[in-house]
């Protein structure tokens, strides 16, 4: 099974700040089967990144996704007041199919 | 747009079975891949398995041997059922849209709490 550990576990950030989240694979995976999610208290997961680096329908270019292989980045460029939540990374493998990472939670320092 | 719904009992007891059922609209259930993943409260996301409009499956090794997911075209509606439930399959569970070639969870539902407990 491919583990995804994804750090920081808490990034404190200001808006208009940058932010760095980084997501790791015990094991080298697909750049194809690879995604980004965001999940806001009380709401289901969005799909941000898939493809390691393609941005989702409606997303907005501040954010980006780069890596390939077992190491895989989320840049948000400039921060704004909606984008302070929890991020997922999220692979799909022959087995046992997908796994996520731990999440890392992206609060208002 | 496409939507998904879930829907099923909030309160299942020990040792029983959990059964949902997800309800879609705005396209077509054929040609796509269905799933589910669980988030207990406070906790991340956990894959439960998917099922292709043809039926066939793929599930968590972890869950295998308690999961069984269904679908009814007919209906446009895919369903879990996860059997033995204990206090650990409390959870927010969803249901999902796999978008083809990236194997990408595209459209959710709003996800529905189910407490095991007696």
């Known amino acids: 099974e491919i583990v995804l550990t994804q750090s920081p576990g808490t990034l404190s950030l200001s808006p208009g700040e940058r932010a760095t989240l980084s997501c790791r694979a015990s094991?080298?995976?697909?750049?194809?089967?690879f995604a980004w999610y965001q999940q806001k208290p009380g709401q289901a997961p969005r799909l941000l990144i898939y493809?390691?680096?393609s941005r989702a329908t409606g997303i907005p270019d501040r954010f980006s996704g780069s890596g390939s292989g077992t190491d895989f980045t989320l840049t948000i460029s400039r921060l704004e007041p909606e984008d302070f939540a929890v991020y997922y990374c999220q692979q799909f493998g022959s087995s046992p199919g997908y796994t996520f990472g731990q999440g890392t939670k992206l609060e208002i320092k | 747009q496409v939507q998904l719904q879930e829907s099923g009992p909030g309160l299942v007891k020990p040792s029983e079975t959990l059964s949902l059922t997800c309800t879609v609209s705005g396209v077509s259930i054929s040609n796509y891949y269905w799933s589910w993943i669980r988030q207990p409260p406070g906790k991340g996301l956990e894959w439960i398995g998917y099922?292709?409009?043809?039926?066939?499956?793929n599930y968590n090794p972890s869950l295998k041997s308690r999961v069984t997911i269904s679908v009814d075209t007919s209906k446009k509606q895919f369903s879990l059922k996860l059997s033995s439930v204990t206090a650990a399959d409390t959870a927010v569970y969803y249901c999902?849209?796999?978008?083809?070639?990236?194997?990408?969870?595209?459209?959710w539902g709003q996800g529905t709490l189910v407490t095991v407990s007696s």
């Open positions: 999902a849209r796999v978008e083809g070639p990236y194997k990408i969870f595209d459209y």
């Open positions: 099922i292709y409009y043809s039926e066939s499956t």
């Open positions: 493809g390691a680096s």
């Open positions: 094991q080298s995976v697909s750049d194809n089967f």
